[in-house]
């Protein structure tokens, strides 16, 4: 895929669509932020911001005319607005339907009226639910996921796959597993972080630590979502399971936060239960043989990627919401 581009990215001031502005506008393209800065931070575009090639559009997915008028003239949407905070979900349905499925049915609407034909989403490992299936790849069914985060991501894939085929659009649809970084605002790290700085003497650990999860680092993510989208096969509609071959328990990841924040003989003290919160999959492994096969893996082990994440958010004054 050539250079020189111009993309459209939603969510472009959130965790992950930041860190994707950056990338793209690094690598010479035009870049379109669209972001209503609810979670997202304008802050981390003040790099995006230095070019001449990126623009900043302050405005909601659910207001469809400014997205399509805004959206005119692109040539890759990169949709990876969303409700991102399950929990949030679970006790109010609404923030994923309006923001998650009307959203994406309100982005595709506006990708037909402005003849733009290429779609990267983001989705979920959360449209799996409890897999039968472990690793679990993409071809695995019935999904059933857990969550109305879940639900949305897999309500947005189906819009997506039938967009395709009315509107000859192409899509590369991605199913994240836990992207951790910088600017990530929410997730267990992000918890443990915050909940250390206020004690650092005792940690609340939501379940019973034992659930186990794929952890991603947001560079790695980004590298896999650009590499599938530059190397297409054969499907107008294609799916990617995308994380790293590893993964880690929630008691290993409170380890490795404590050790990284310097502390000592820190308490854990857990809530109990097998799941963290109502809608938490307790255990799930990505089959990223997909990608493998296409010729690219995570630069990072999920070990390395939580550390890495630590050293960024302690760094900030205070992990910000996304």
């Known amino acids: 895929m050539a250079e020189g581009k111009r993309y459209f990215v939603t969510g472009g001031a959130g965790f992950i669509g930041s860190h994707l502005v950056d990338r793209l506008l690094a690598e010479g393209n035009q870049v379109t932020a669209y972001d209503k800065l609810a979670l997202g931070r304008s802050q981390w575009l003040d790099q995006a911001s230095r070019h001449d090639r990126f623009s900043l559009v302050q405005a909601d997915m659910l207001d469809a005319g400014t997205l399509t008028r805004t959206m005119a003239g692109h040539d890759v949407v990169c949709h990876l607005g969303a409700n991102t ?22 982005v595709l609407e506006a990708m037909a009226a402005n003849d733009v034909h290429q779609l990267l989403f983001a989705s979920s490992a959360a449209v799996y639910g409890e897999s039968p299936l472990n690793p679990t790849p993409e071809e695995v069914g019935p999904l059933l996921p857990i969550s109305p985060y879940g639900a949305a991501k897999l309500a947005c894939e189906g819009l997506i796959s039938a967009y395709c085929h009315l509107h000859d659009i192409r899509a590369w649809q991605f199913r994240f597993a836990n992207v951790v970084g910088g600017r990530m605002g929410h997730g267990v790290i992000y918890d443990f972080v915050r909940k250390l700085r206020v004690d ?3 940690l609340q650990i939501l379940g019973d630590g034992q659930q186990q999860k794929n952890f991603f680092l947001v560079e790695d993510c980004v590298d896999g979502m650009l590499f599938a989208f530059r190397h297409p096969g054969g499907r107008q509609c294609d799916i990617f399971n995308l994380g790293s071959d590893s993964s880690l328990k929630v008691t290993d990841v409170a380890r490795l936060v404590v050790e990284e924040m310097g502390l000592r003989d820190v308490e854990f003290r857990y809530t109990g239960g097998r799941r963290g919160w ?30 890495i994440a630590v050293g960024r958010l302690t760094a900030q004054a205070e992990p910000a919401p996304v």
Not at 278 to 306: C, I, Q
């Open 200 to 202: 650092p003497h005792v």
């Open 278 to 307: 109502p809608g938490d999959v307790p255990e799930y492994f990505h089959d990223v043989t997909k990608m493998r096969n296409l010729g690219w893996t995570a630069k990072r082990s999920a070990t390395d990627a939580v550390r």
């Open 85 to 106: 905070d399950i929990p949030g979900g679970a006790a109010d349905p609404q923030l994923d339907l309006k923001n998650c499925t009307i959203a994406t049915s309100n």
